[in-house]
């Protein structure tokens, strides 16, 4: 099998080393968050997108859930996921989608509106989906990923 790139006749082999060198990989980490709870990074940068792991109510020092109500633990989950951005070299502005997980779907408009403070005047928002789960790590009621394009 034979495909063009940039005009030119490659063979797949050529063309998958091609675009492995075009696509860096980076690990963002960074110790205002928490480190991951398994094999994962707590962000990824490729190129100029930077993908974030789902992010929980742990405090990045004592490791203790912040999670005296729901709040509580949303403000938590959106400091986390403040540090992160800032490591990976980016801000809420730069978010294009986040996906929210709730184990109650009760709490989507306290949530809803943290979201939205957490935003703040931002000109686009981010495409969201928000779905309720049965559980998530650590007992905790609400876990937040996204991404940003830098």
Same mark, same amino acid.
């Given at each position: 099998?034979?495909? @063009?790139?940039?005009?030119?006749?490659?063979?797949?082999?050529?063309?998958?080393?091609?675009?492995?060198?075009?696509?860096?990989?980076? @690990?963002?980490?960074?110790?205002?968050?928490?480190?991951?709870?398994?094999?994962?990074?707590? #962000?990824?940068?490729?190129?100029? &997108?930077?993908?974030?792991?789902?992010?929980? #109510?742990?405090?990045?020092?004592?490791?203790?859930?912040?999670?005296?109500?729901?709040? &509580? @633990? &949303?403000? *938590?989950?959106?400091?986390?996921?403040?540090?992160?951005?800032?490591?990976?070299?980016?801000?809420? /502005? /730069?978010?294009?989608?986040?996906?929210?997980?709730? &184990?109650?779907?009760?709490?989507?408009?306290?949530? /809803?509106?943290?979201?939205? *403070?957490?935003?703040?005047?931002?000109?686009?928002?981010?495409?969201?989906?928000?779905?309720?789960?049965?559980?998530?790590?650590?007992? #905790?009621?609400?876990?937040?990923?996204?991404? #940003?394009?830098?």
């Amino acid at each position: 099998m034979r495909r @063009e790139v940039f005009g030119f006749k490659l063979s797949k082999v050529i063309s998958y080393q091609l675009i492995k060198c075009m696509l860096k990989k980076k @690990e963002i980490y960074t110790k205002n968050a928490p480190p991951a709870l398994g094999s994962y990074s707590q #962000a990824v940068l490729i190129e100029r &997108t930077l993908y974030i792991s789902g992010q929980i #109510a742990l405090d990045a020092q004592g490791q203790k859930m912040q999670n005296k109500n729901i709040t &509580t @633990e &949303t403000q *938590q989950v959106f400091s986390n996921l403040s540090a992160v951005l800032t490591a990976g070299g980016a801000t809420v /502005n /730069n978010i294009v989608r986040v996906d929210i997980f709730l &184990t109650d779907i009760n709490d989507f408009t306290i949530i /809803n509106n943290l979201y939205e *403070q957490w935003l703040g005047n931002i000109q686009i928002k981010p495409a969201r989906q928000t779905v309720q789960v049965n559980a998530l790590p650590k007992c #905790a009621r609400i876990e937040i990923s996204c991404i #940003a394009h830098i």
